[in-house]
Nanobody, 120 residues
Framework: QVQMVETGGGSVQTGGSLRLSCTAP????????MKWYRQAEGKEREWVGI????????RYADSVKGRFTISNDETEATVYLQMNNLKPEDTATYYC?????????????WGQGTQVTVSS
C-alpha cells in the first residue's frame, strides 16, 4: 500500500488559518476523492469532511462546517483542506485517505498526518 502525504500543519493563534495538502505518488484525486480525519491527543479519530471526486460536492462535520473547505486540484492530484477561523479545539493531527476503495484507490492509506496546534 501507498501512504498519503499530509503537509501544511503548524501552530497558529485562535482565528488563524492553515491550508493542509494531501497527495501521494501515483494518486488520482479525480478518481478517488478524499476524506479528512483528525485525532486529538487522548481522543478517538474524528471525521472532518469528504469530497467526492470533483466538483463542489463536499460534506463536513458540524464542528467545522462554515470554517473548513475541501478542494480538489485534479491537475496536481492533490486535495486541500483550507481551515479558517481556527479554534483551540481544532488542535489535532490531521489525516487523509481516499474516499473510495476498489482496486486502484484501495492501494492508498492515510499517512503520518500533519499536526495542527491552535493556541488561545
Amino acid at each position: 500500500q501507498v501512504q498519503m502525504v499530509e503537509t501544511g500543519g503548524g501552530s497558529v493563534q485562535t482565528g488563524g488559518s492553515l491550508r493542509l495538502s494531501c497527495t501521494a505518488p501515483g494518486f488520482k484525486s479525480d478518481i478517488c476523492g478524499m476524506k479528512w480525519y483528525r485525532q486529538a491527543e487522548g481522543k478517538e479519530r474524528e471525521w472532518v469532511g469528504i469530497i467526492y471526486k470533483t466538483g463542489p460536492s463536499a460534506r463536513y462535520a458540524d464542528s467545522v462546517k462554515g470554517r473548513f473547505t475541501i478542494s480538489n486540484d485534479e491537475t496536481e492530484a492533490t486535495v486541500y483542506l483550507q481551515m479558517n477561523n481556527l479554534k483551540p479545539e481544532d488542535t489535532a493531527t490531521y489525516y487523509c485517505e481516499p474516499a473510495f476503495g476498489g482496486t486502484f484507490c484501495g492501494r492508498f492509506r492515510w499517512g503520518q498526518g500533519t499536526q495542527v496546534t491552535v493556541s488561545s
